[in-house]
């Protein structure tokens, strides 16, 4: 495997975001424009628990006795479980191993407008048109847990600008050039945009190929914003307690480059109604 860093770039110019990052469908670190968002300054797990402690959540639990971060094991265990934000960040204070319970895409605006304001638009880096942004950029969410919380590699149909608000977390992101060493499309897992290699911890003889996989890593810091383009896999594991924000947004160029998986996810639909009506 080849180990490449992400560049951080200091507050770049939008056209130069555009030219060098986005045409090129290449991840970047973007810093010094969110660091001085309110979020940064006020969001913790603390601030949470005691302003907004009855808001409803819903979180990933992951049961398992396999130690390993295995992805198959994700899919297959994993529940999507609600409760109260209060009652999450207690759980996370207090259980021994609560690891595997991580709240995740939280539309923290919709269900909490207040917190709207601790955050300033991203318009000029996604550059969606005003007239088309309902359509072409998902409302915010937020991904909040423990120290170790994993989030397998898989892909998304869009661009996305992931901003680390609180506590560190390490990302590993994957060219989609590479989607054959990651095993692509692997269909028994439910969605063609996951993969089944561990790939913190692969295991090369059930996955030779991703021997030659080329990783980017990059460890967030608060305040700093990760470009993750569209369909460049990707896997995150939070370093201590976490939050992040994710805007996700759509251009013709993502969806041109989401052709192949819908026609892998197309096919496969038709072969199983195939298979059902013989
Ligand atoms: O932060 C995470 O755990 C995963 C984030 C992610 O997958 C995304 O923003 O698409």
Not at 97 to 117: A, G, K, M, W
Not at 154 to 182: T, W
Not at 207 to 219: G, I, M, S, W, Y
Request: charged share 25%; aromatic share 14%.
């Amino acid at each position: 495997m080849t180990r490449q860093c992400i560049e951080r770039l200091e507050r770049p110019a939008p056209e130069e975001f555009h030219r060098r990052f986005v045409r090129m469908n290449h991840p970047v670190v973007i810093t010094g424009v969110a660091d001085s968002w309110k979020a940064i300054k006020h969001w913790s797990p603390d601030y949470f628990g005691s302003a907004f402690a009855d808001a409803k959540v819903s979180f990933t639990a992951w049961e398992s006795t396999n130690l390993a971060n295995d992805p198959t094991d994700y899919y297959e265990k994993r529940r999507r479980l609600g409760t109260r934000l209060g009652n999450f960040i207690d759980l996370m204070k207090t259980e021994k191993d609560f690891s595997r319970n991580y709240i995740t895409q939280f539309p923290v605006f919709r269900d909490i407008p207040l917190l709207r304001e601790d955050v300033e638009p991203l318009d000029e880096y996604t550059r969606v048109p005003a007239a088309l942004r309902s359509r072409f950029t998902k409302a915010p969410t937020m991904w909040l847990g423990p120290a170790h919380t994993v989030t397998p590699v898989h892909f998304d149909g869009a661009d996305n600008l992931l901003v680390q608000i609180f506590g560190r977390k390490k990302l590993i992101l994957i060219p989609p050039a590479q989607s054959e060493k990651l095993y692509y499309p692997c269909l028994r897992l439910g969605h063609v945009h996951y993969s089944p290699v561990d790939v913190e911890d692969p295991d090369l003889e059930q996955f030779p190929k991703f021997r030659d996989a080329t990783l980017f890593e990059v460890t967030l810091e608060p305040g700093e914003i990760l470009f993750i383009p569209v369909r460049w896999w990707h896997h995150a594991r939070s370093l201590e307690t976490a939050i992040s924000l994710n805007f996700w947004w759509y251009s013709m160029r993502s969806l041109f480059r989401m052709r192949h998986p819908y026609f892998v996810f197309q096919k496969d639909r038709v072969a199983k109604k195939l298979r059902s009506v013989r």
